[in-house]
């Protein structure tokens, strides 16, 4: 062994992360940064889109749809998870303090009017619709005028902005000794204490798809 083969292999029990990293070295990972992150088309959308947005709202770009929904019942539905796990949406249009998604956006090229990619642009819709996401379709051109974008998204973020969709708020419903279901999900809820803060210790039912569905009720209203 080399000294400083012997150096190293000291260092890694005191740095372990010196290890991975020399073990990575080696073998040499076929990885390269793309040059083409955003097509021109792509950017200089972006360009438009992010002059017109305010710090309210932060552009994401390439999302892939099964990070921005979730399926319900996941264990009976395994097959509507693949048919978004391989899918993106161009932008999504989310508010900056929450992150919570508002808009999705799709430039339509060429590409568009494939048989194939419409079936695709067909179940891009109808998965936001189901999921109750606005859903802009841009056609792709060598310039964007800013107002005609600006005309188009400023209704849909401001009715987003000032009607959110009623989620997490606990709903009264009436008095009932079963276990509520998730309105979102239909699937039965689950009980829950909270961990922290004033509020700790008391009962209330969680979605059991808790964090990607965070709607709760309160137990008073299910016992009382
Ligand atoms: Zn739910």
Redesign the pocket.
């Given at each position: 062994m080399a000294v400083s083969d012997k150096k190293s292999g000291c260092l890694s029990i005191f740095f372990p992360f010196l290890k991975f990293f020399q073990k990575e070295e080696t073998q040499a990972l076929p990885y390269r940064l793309r040059d083409d992150f955003l097509s021109p088309a792509e950017f200089s959308f972006y360009k438009v889109l992010s002059s017109l947005l305010g710090g309210r709202w932060t552009i994401q770009s390439k999302v892939r749809l099964a990070d921005v929904f979730f399926v319900a019942r996941p264990n009976e539905n395994i097959a509507f998870f693949n048919r978004i796990a391989q899918k993106h949406l161009d932008f999504l249009v989310c508010h900056t303090t929450s992150m919570k998604p508002a808009l999705g956006i799709e430039l339509d090229d060429s590409s568009h009017r494939r048989s194939n990619r419409q079936e695709r642009d067909e179940f891009v819709e109808n998965v936001c619709k189901a999921a109750g996401l606005p859903l802009l379709r841009v056609p792709v051109q060598r310039e964007y005028n800013s107002r005609e974008i600006a005309a188009q998204i400023a209704p849909i973020l401001k009715a987003n902005f000032e009607n959110p969709a009623p989620q997490s708020q606990p709903t009264v419903e009436k008095p009932t000794n079963s276990v509520p279901v998730?309105p979102?999900?239909d699937?039965p809820m689950v009980l829950r204490a909270v961990a922290q803060g004033e509020h700790k210790g008391k009962q209330f039912y969680g979605?059991s798809?808790y964090p990607q569905?965070r709607?709760m009720k309160p137990v008073k209203a299910q016992i009382a």
């Open positions: 998730c979102k999900c699937i979605c798809n569905c709607v």
